[in-house]
């Protein structure tokens, strides 16, 4: 069995508890490494691995929660805590990405020289290839189980690698030149890349949130079983999609033959969601019949202010 394979087994409750663990792990390295040599731009760094530490584990709470079935007052699940969890990591991020610009700020003002440089840029690149490793394999996982909490602190990892990636060279940079400006100005980077992704995380919870359209890719594999049904008897009109955190919905019209019995109807519908269930997981399929000559237009009328 391949690593993704086995990476795409495990469920996202546990990658989150080990998320968990290498933050604990990452922070002690970065901090030592910001300890050894009093570089801005590693504390900034390190700070960023408090987010994480604190988004793995709302992330995880937010994932028990989805996981909850449906009850009398939730009807139709939990599964969208899971943007929850990806809003909460998003405006984290932002705030962690003002206080790096502050001490970025502050040190520019007030320079100050580095010192052990090799031993702390060994800590972040090993504290680095212990994030990129778990993002990784959270992210085989993410996409398997279709999980937005998930995805959003895999996807931070990445960020996270990329910007001690960035530390390191400026780091080595100012090492090499001595040129101490350098400091502040690889963590200001370093705090306007982490403010994009911060934002960018804010803005797909929202849109979960909005109840936004499945992805052209689910769409597509919705329209090609509804075309293996069609014929000149039958057709489907009025498709609406929702994403619900690892839950998709669709609703549809299905015309037939107004003579065809109820059961023979019922037969078909049956039919048609089934293959839809089974072409797309985690799909859940509400389709409407009607004869072939009524048309069913539903409009949503703007309540008055």
Not at 142 to 150: E, F, G, K, V
Not at 201 to 220: I, N
Request: hydrophobic fraction near 55%; proline fraction near 4%.
């Amino acid at each position: 069995m391949s690593l993704a394979v086995r990476a795409r087994a495990v469920p996202p409750g546990v990658w989150l508890r080990v998320s968990i663990g290498v933050a604990v792990l990452t922070i002690g390295l970065k901090t030592l490494a910001w300890w050894l040599t009093g570089s801005v731009g590693l504390l900034s760094d390190a700070m960023e691995s408090l987010v994480n530490l604190a988004s793995a584990a709302f992330a995880l709470l937010m994932v028990r929660v989805a996981a909850r079935p449906a009850d009398a007052e939730h009807p139709y699940g939990h599964h969208k805590a899971e943007y929850f969890s990806s809003f909460f990591e998003g405006l984290a991020i932002l705030v962690a990405a003002l206080a790096i610009l502050w001490a970025a700020a502050e040190r520019f003002l007030h320079p100050q020289g580095i010192e052990q440089v090799g031993a702390g840029l060994l800590l972040s690149v090993l504290s680095s290839a212990c994030n990129g490793a778990l993002a990784w394999g959270m992210l085989q996982s993410a996409r398997a189980h279709r999980s937005m909490a998930l995805e959003a602190d895999a996807r931070h990892l990445v960020t996270d690698v990329w910007t001690s990636a960035g530390v390191v060279v400026g780091i080595g940079l100012v090492a090499l030149t001595g040129w101490l400006w350098l400091d502040p100005v690889v963590a200001a980077a370093v705090a306007l890349n982490i403010l994009r992704e911060g934002w960018a995380l804010v803005w797909a919870s929202s849109q979960g949130l909005m109840d936004k359209r499945v992805d052209r890719h689910t769409l597509a594999e919705i329209e090609k079983v509804l075309q293996g049904f069609e014929h000149p008897a039958i057709r489907f009109d009025h498709v609406t999609t929702r994403r619900s955190g690892s839950r998709r919905f669709v609703d549809l019209h299905m015309h037939m033959p107004a003579e065809w019995t109820l059961r023979r109807a019922a037969a078909l519908r049956a039919s048609v969601e089934q293959a839809l269930m089974s072409a797309v997981p985690g799909l859940r399929a509400s389709i409407q019949l009607l004869p072939q000559d009524v048309e069913a237009h539903l409009l949503d009328e703007e309540d008055p202010l």
